[in-house]
């Protein structure tokens, strides 16, 4: 009787230990934070409103990520790395976004990006693109929710004057935008590729473009 008992609590286990893999194989598949999930797999989301606000969630993975935040803070610092910790050496963004004499974005960062060999760094490279600069403070998205970030990005009094189709063909099609998918060695790109955040966006507008509550 006894070992029935072990038997059967083994056998449980068993099972249990086997929806366990399954569930870890579906979220590898699906839920992969380095993946975006298509366009498609919104269709089943009957209500408009509700598939556009589950649609801008997955553009969020994209502008939420530390290769789109670090360039977008909510002080004068950049940040760095995927801890987002604030730009060492100590620099500021300057009236434009460009630095300060003397620690001009320009000085260190040059139009590519800088693969270093063998100089003992923590880093692998130095981010490079001819305009490289700080998001200005009113595209800031450090700090806030994705509720809030939605709402920001298509204002156009604070997107830049920015319509929808320009606020995509930005995201789809900017070259600086790009950079976050080619970051330079040591450093993860943002999930997905720039083509499937356009499709993000285009379906996220065509549902009406809501936030996320
Ligand atoms: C090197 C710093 C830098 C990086 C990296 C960067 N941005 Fe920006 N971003 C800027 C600057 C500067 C502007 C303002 C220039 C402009 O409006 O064209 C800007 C403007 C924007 C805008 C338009 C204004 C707004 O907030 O609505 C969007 C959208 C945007 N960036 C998205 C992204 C995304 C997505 C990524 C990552 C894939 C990214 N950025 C990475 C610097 C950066
Ligand atoms: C004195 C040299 C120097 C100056 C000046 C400088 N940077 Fe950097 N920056 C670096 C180095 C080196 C790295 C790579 C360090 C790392 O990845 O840990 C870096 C990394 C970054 C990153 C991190 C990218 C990421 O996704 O992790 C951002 C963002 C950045 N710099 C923005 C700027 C901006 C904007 C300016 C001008 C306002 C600027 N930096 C000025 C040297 C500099």
């Given at each position: ?88 050496p100590?620099i500021l963004?300057g009236?434009?976004?460009?630095g300060v004499a003397g620690t001009a974005?320009?000085s260190c ?105």
């Amino acid at each position: 009787m006894r070992r029935r008992m072990i038997a059967a609590a083994s056998f449980g286990a068993a099972v249990l230990a086997t929806s366990a893999v399954d569930a870890q194989i579906q979220n590898t598949t699906i839920l992969n934070p380095r993946d975006l999930r298509p366009v498609s797999s919104f269709s089943g989301i009957a209500d408009k409103t509700e598939r556009s606000r589950a649609i801008f969630n997955e553009v969020a993975k994209v502008v939420t990520n530390p290769r789109c935040m670090n360039c977008h803070p909510a002080g004068d610092i950049p940040l760095q790395g995927n801890d987002q910790h604030p730009h060492m050496p100590p620099i500021l963004r300057g009236e434009n976004g460009l630095g300060v004499a003397g620690t001009a974005c320009a000085s260190c960062h040059t139009e590519k990006n800088f693969t270093l060999v063998g100089t003992g760094a923590s880093y692998k490279s130095i981010p490079g693109h001819p305009r490289w600069q700080v998001a200005p403070i009113e595209f800031a998205w450090e700090g806030k929710s994705i509720s809030q970030i939605c709402q920001q990005i298509k204002d156009p009094n604070r997107n830049g004057g920015r319509t929808l189709a320009q606020l995509h063909d930005h995201l789809a099609t900017d070259d600086l935008v790009a950079w976050g998918w080619s970051p330079g060695e040591g450093r993860d790109p943002a999930p997905g590729t720039q083509a499937q955040l356009g499709e993000l966006m285009q379906a996220w507008i065509d549902s009406g473009a809501e936030c996320p509550r």
